[in-house]
C-alpha cells in the first residue's frame, strides 16, 4: 500500500512537471517577446533550475506554518497557465492613484492608460521592460536576472523563465529623483486560475537617490497565484528607499522575491507588506557587496482567518564594514499562521561587520500561530551580530498603564497595536512613502479592531 | 466629605493572601501616609485600588466619594478621579507621550461632560505643567517612558498628577532613587495639588519625602495589617527608631491548631 501510494504521488509530480515542461515550451515557441538571446539563455537556464527544485521541500523549517503544501494543491499548480498579454482587455477602472509618476500592469501586463507617460531620459527612465528589451540598442536591462540567478526559490526562477512583461526603472549617474515613483501590479477576475508573474528592475546609478513605491493589488476576489520578482541594484553611494505593499483576496496567494545588490556606500532601505491573501510568502535577498553599505527592512507579517503570511530573508555580508538591520514585527489573529525565517550570512573577511535582527510578534487570539527562526552564520571573527524573537500577548502591564489613565480598554489595546504597526515606518523618509504606509497601516488597524461582520474593510486602496 | 473608605479589606495574589484585614478613611483635604518595611502589603493596597487585574479582591470594601470601587474597571475608576502614580512606570515602546496624555485627559473630562480639550490648548496647558517640572518638549516627544531615566519617569508620573488633578491620588513609593534636587520637584508638584477638595495616600519607605509633604495622618502597614496610626510624628518616630519597636510590641499571630 505504501508504495503504491508513493508511485502515485511521484506520477503526480511528474504529471505536474509535464504541464510546466508544455507550458515553457509552447511559450518558447511562440517567442511573442523577441527576447534578445542572452535572456532568452536566462529563461531556459530559470527553468531548468525550477524544474530541478520544484515543488519544494515542504518539510522544510522555512515552510512551516506558510501553508505551502496547500498551494501545492490547488488546481493552479496541477494545471499551470499563465496569461499573454495580447489577450488582456485592459479595462481596470477600478484602480486610480495619485502618484503621478507611476507604471501600471494588469494581470503581468502593461496598461499605458493606466500609466504616467513612459520616461527615457538620460537621468531617468520609466518603462515597461517589453519595450526596452525589444530594441537592441538598449543595454540596461541587462541585469535583468542576474541577481536572482542562483536562488535556489523555484517560485522566483519560475518568474524568470516566464515573465511577460514588467517595469524597468533606471536612474542615472547623480541623479536625486525627488518624487516618489509608483509600479503597481493589479489582479483581476480576468487572471482566474491563472499565474500571474510581475517583474520589477530597479537600476540606480552611482551617486544617486531615489524612493520607489511597489503595490500589488487583487481587485477581484478569483483565484490566482502571483509570482512576482523584484530587482534592486543599488549603485556607489546611492540612496534607495523601497516600500512594498501587497493586498490579495481570500483565494489568491502571492510568493514574491526580491533581490537587492548593494555597492559601496549604498543605502537601502525597505518595508514590506502583505495582507489579506490566503497566503503570502516574501522571500528578501540583500547582497552587501561594497564596503561601508547599509541596508534597513522592516516588515509586517499579519494575518486574519485562516491566512497565512510570512517572511523570509537572507542578508549576505560579503564586503566588510557594511551594517544591516531588521526588524519585523508580527501581528496575527483568529486562526491565522505566521512564518519569519531569516538568515544572517557574513562571510570571511567581512570585518566590521554590524548586524541586527529582530523579530516581535503578538498573537491576537489563542489559535494564532507565529514561528520564527532568526539565523546567523558568521564566518568572520570582528562583528557585532545579534538575533532577537520575542511571541507573546498584548503587554497586561502597558495596558493596565493606560487604563488607569481612564483610557477604554478597546481603545488602549487600539493605542497599543497602532503602536506596534506604525514603529515600521520610522526608517522611512520620504513623505510621500509615509502617506502610502499610513494608509495601508490605518486601513489594516481599523480591520483588526472591526466586529467580526464589518471585517470585510476594504483594505485596498 | 469621605474621599476613601477602606473596609476589612483583603486582598490576595497568586493564592497567596497580602493584605489581611485593612481599614482606612481618609477625608477631603487630608494626607495620609502609609510607611511599612518591605513586603508589608503597599503596593498590593496602590495597586488592588486601582485594579490591576492581577489582585484578587477577597473580601472588605472600598468606597471612592461613597462609590464601590471594585464594581469598577481601572479606567472607570480614574474617570471617577483616582489616580496610582506607579513604583514602575511602564515603557510603552511606539506610543507618544503627549498624544497618550491628551488622549487620557479627553477621555476624563468626556465622562465629567466637559468639552474635550483641542490640540493646541491641550499643548499650551502641557507646557506649562511640564516646564514646572522641569520636563523638556522633547520628553514630551518620546514613547511613553521609553528610555527615561528613572527621575525623568517619576517626574512624568506627577505631571500626570497635574494634568489630571485627581480627587484621590495615590502615590506608590514615588520618592524612591531620587536624588534630593528631584525630591523635591516631587513634593512641591504633591503640595501644589492639595485642596481642600481631594486626598492624597503616599506610599513611602522613608520619612525624607515626609519632611517636604507632611501628612495630615500616618500609617503603618505590616504584614497586611495596619499595626499604628497617628500624626506626623509616627514617620519621624520610625526614622529614629526603625519599624521594630513597633514589631516587637505586636502580639505573636495566634496559628490555628488542627485538631
Redesign the interface.
Known sequence: MQDLLRHEAINVTRHFKQNWLHLFHSYETNSQLNDPPWLLKRRRSAFARFLKSFPPETKHERYKNTGINELLETQIISQPRVLTCDKIKLTSDDYSSSGALRIVFVNGCYNAELSSECLNTQGLSILPLKRTLSSNQYEKPIWLGLNSAKDENPFSQLNTALFNDGAFIFVGEGEKVEQPIEAVFLTTAEAENSIVLPRLLVVVSARSSISIIEKHISISDAPVIEIPVTEIIAGEHSNIEHVRISVGSVLSWQIGSLFVNQNSNSTVRLNINSARYKGSIVSVSDKLLGENASLNINGLINGFDHEYNSAHTLIEHIAPQCSSHQLFHSLLTDNSRGNYYGTIQVHPNSQKTISKQTVRTILLSAQASMYASPRLMINADDVKCSHAATVGQI????L??????????K??KQ??I???I??LKEDIHSPGLIAELSKFHDKLIQKFFANDNDRKVNIQN | MKILTIEKLEVGVAGKKILKGLDIEINSGELHAIMGPNGSGKSTLANALAGYPAFTIISGTAKLKGKDLFSMSPEQRAREGLFLAFQYPIEIQGVNTAYFLKAALNEQRKYRNLEEIDAFEFLEILKSKASKLGISDNLLNRSINYGFSGGEKKRLEMLQLLLLSPDLAILDETDSGLDIDSLKVIADAINSVRSSENAQLVITHYQRLLDYVVPDRVHVLYKGRIIKSDGPELAKEIEKRGYDYLINDLQPEIEPVNT
Do not use: K, N, P, V
Request: hydrophobic share 45%; charged share 20%.
Open positions: 503587554s497586561s502591564d502597558a493596565f498603564y493606560l487604563r488607569s489613565r481612564g483610557i477604554a480598554e481603545a488602549a493605542m497599543l497602532e503602536s506596534f506604525t514603529q
